[in-house]
Every structure is written in structure tokens, then in C-alpha cells.
């Protein structure tokens, strides 16, 4: 049996146990799935990924560990009618406030929405062990084996540490600037955090696709403007946040970097939770328009990730601690309107013989923040699809709705403007 103690980014997205932090990807599949084949393909995702393979122990000394069972039982596969196509928002939130506390039981589970000619797929994680990224690698890899059962999955070996999974020359130079950038960090969070409650209430998804048009609108015009779709995503909410919220908005949008781009240890098709982030600002200037605001925060994105070591950065986590920032996090507003996590074109099939995959639905999760607003964007069959997460207590989802539908006509009107930008 071998067992690791949790990361800093994992023990921070664990929280504790009797907290839940679930991520659910569902997708839409037109066509008829056989238990059987389901159940055999979970096998292969499970055999391949350590973290599928292993529980969360707790040994009473607040850091908790990975551990690797070769008692555990298969991924488990709840199978519920069918009710409508609104059904798996329903099943989703449910899901979230699920704890994974079955003895022996994987860190992964599968909710199947089952009719005669439409399932939805709902695959269920815990946020410790998976990014966005994972959670469509483990989808991708389900689809496939669902659709060919002789193919194979090659497995990996689990890491025991950061500075296990990266090269030992590396780890040891960067030890002394790591250990007091952590002390600073402490002291931001100590300061930060005290005397702040934090406050209850109910999480709500909003959920929206922007058809193949208006998203290939949007493409060409970031492409004749020089821009990227993830800066004109950032404008667009920030402005309709200022434009609902007036004074009250922070203007800025707190962002996750895949962690893959920078650090080749991890592997594109591995599971992994943790992610470095970025905090973007919007230009207030009331004379500058859409597409100059997004070229001035495509400059800031790409000046911020060009100055990102991922090496040094994950090490460095290592010195922070987990339990200062889930409590700043839990009391503190932040200085951010939205987190944003743009995954971009899904590396998902879209064509499959025994069945047709309809549509995808971006991930959801429910964060036990103070700011839990969260909005999750890919794009699937040349659609934008878009799933923002919040909770009453923090963001009235009547609020929530108004914002949504500010940022829809902010992107139709950017994509317009874009055409005739110079």
C-alpha cells in the first residue's frame, strides 16, 4: 500500500471531512449504452488513474493523506429515469453536497439519466484530485472505451511528493526563496482574514450555450482584432458585473492556468488539482471601447502567464499554508467579481459509431467561499458553452441573471464591432 500526503492545492480544495467539493461534467449521448460496456470502461479509467485508486485518510493530524487501496471497489454507477432535459441541473446540484465517505469506495462516481434514446452521463470527482482539465481527459477516455471496448488505457505511476514528481536539482536550489515567499503569504492571509464570517445560503448554477454562429462570430473577430476569445471573456463579464452592480463591482476576474503548460512532468492526459492563478483588472476608462479593453487585457494575460515558472510556483505552494488560506477564502470577499476558467475547445471526440455524443456541458462546482462566483466556459461542436456557479448568501441568482444576460448582449455586440475593428 503506498500513501502521500496531500498537497498544498489539494488539502486546500479538500477543506476537511465533512465538507463536500464536488466537480460534475455531464455530457448528453443520443443512442442506446449497455451497463455492461458502462461498467467495463469505468475498470479501464480506474486501473489507469492512481487517484481513482485511492481514499482520503485522515490520521488526526489535520494533513490529509492519499492512499492507495488495492481493496477498492469499483467506480459506482447510480442509474436514475430520466425526467427531461432539465434533469441533470437537478441531478448536479444533489451531486455537489455529496461526500465521498463510503469505506473502501473510489474517489470518482457516475450518474446515469437513462431513456430509451437520450442518457445524460454525469461523472462525479472530488475537486481535490482533478482540475477541468482532468474531469474532460476521464470523460474522453470514458466515451472511448464506451465506444471501443478493446481499447486500452495506459497507466502512470502515482507521485509521492512535489519534489518526487519534478527533478531533484531544481527542488534543491529554490528551498530558501520558497520558504520566505511563504512567510509573506502567511502574513497576507493572517491579515487579511481575521475578524470576517462567513455566511450561508443556497448554491444555483446558471447555465447557457451560444450557438455556432454567434461563437464563430466572436472567433473571427478576435481574430481580425489580434485578440483571444479568453480576454474578450474577461471584458465581457467584468462590464456587465460594472454595468449591474455599479460601484459595487471590483472589476477584476481571478483565473486558472493549466499547470501542463509549464510543468511536463504532468502529462496532458494525467489527473491533477492544482493550478496557478492570475488576476486580471479591467480598464475603467470610459473612452476606450470594448475591443481596446480587450487588447489591453490580452497584453496584461499574456505579460502575467509569460512570467509564470511553473516549477517554481508548485514548489513554492508547498511552503504555504492550507489551512490560513481555506479560512481566508471562507471570510474574505476577495478583491474579484468572478473566477473564470476558459478550457477552450474540449479534446473530446464528437464522432462515435455506437452512439452519438449530442452536447457537453461545462463542469460545475459549488465553492463553500465567501466569493463563490465561478464561471466555467468550453466550447463544444463550435458552441460556447457557459456555467456560472454563485450561492444567494453572496450573489442573488435573480442578480446572477441579469448579469448573465448583459454578458450575452455585450459578446453579440463585441462580435459585431469586431467586424469593422481595425
Known sequence: MMERKMIVGERIMYIDSSTSLNCVFTVRIRGSLQPAKLNAA???LQKKHPSLQSV?????????YLVLSPVLAEIPVRK?????????????KAEWGKLFEEKDSPLARVVWLWSTEVSELMLVCPHCICDGRSMATLMGELLA??????????????????QALLSEKYSINKQIKMRLLSVLALWFFLTRSKGR????????????????????????ACKRTGTTVHAV???????????????????????PVDIRRFVPEIKDDMMFALAPTLE???????????????????????????????????????????YQIVRYLKESEGTHDVTLSNMGRLGIAEQYHSFELETIYSPSVAFPWKNPNTMVVSTFRGEM??????????????????????????LLQGAEAGYAAV
Open 197 to 220: 464570517k462567513s455566511v450561508a445560503g443556497d448554491n444555483y448554477m446558471l447555465h447557457w450555450k451560444l450557438d455556432a454562429k454567434n461563437t464563430s462570430a466572436i472567433v473571427a
Open 56 to 64: 482520503i485518510k485522515n490520521y488526526g493530524q489535520g494533513i490529509p
Open 385 to 410: 458553452d457557459f456555467m456560472f456557479c454563485s450561492n444567494e448568501a453572496f450573489l442573488k441568482e435573480e442578480e446572477a441573471m441579469v448579469i448573465r444576460q448583459r454578458t450575452i448582449g455585450l
Open 80 to 92: 436514475v429515469e430520466r425526467l427531461n432535459d432539465e434533469h441533470w441541473m437537478v441531478e448536479s
Open 233 to 255: 471573456l474577461c471584458v465581457a463579464f467584468l462590464e456587465a458585473f460594472r454595468l449591474v452592480q455599479g460601484e459595487n463591482a471590483r472589476g477584476r476576474v481571478v483565473m
Open 145 to 162: 472505451v464506451l465506444d471501443d471496448p478493446e481499447k486500452e488505457l495506459l497507466a502512470y505511476p502515482p507521485f509521492k511528493s512535489v
Open 42 to 44: 469505468l475498470s479501464k
Open 280 to 322: 486580471v483588472i479591467a480598464d475603467q476608462d470610459a473612452g476606450l471601447d470594448f475591443w481596446a479593453k480587450v487588447k489591453k487585457v490580452k497584453e496584461e494575460l499574456v505579460s502575467k502567464i509569460a512570467g509564470l515558472n511553473g516549477r517554481e510556483w508548485l514548489l513554492m505552494s508547498e511552503y504555504f499554508s492550507s
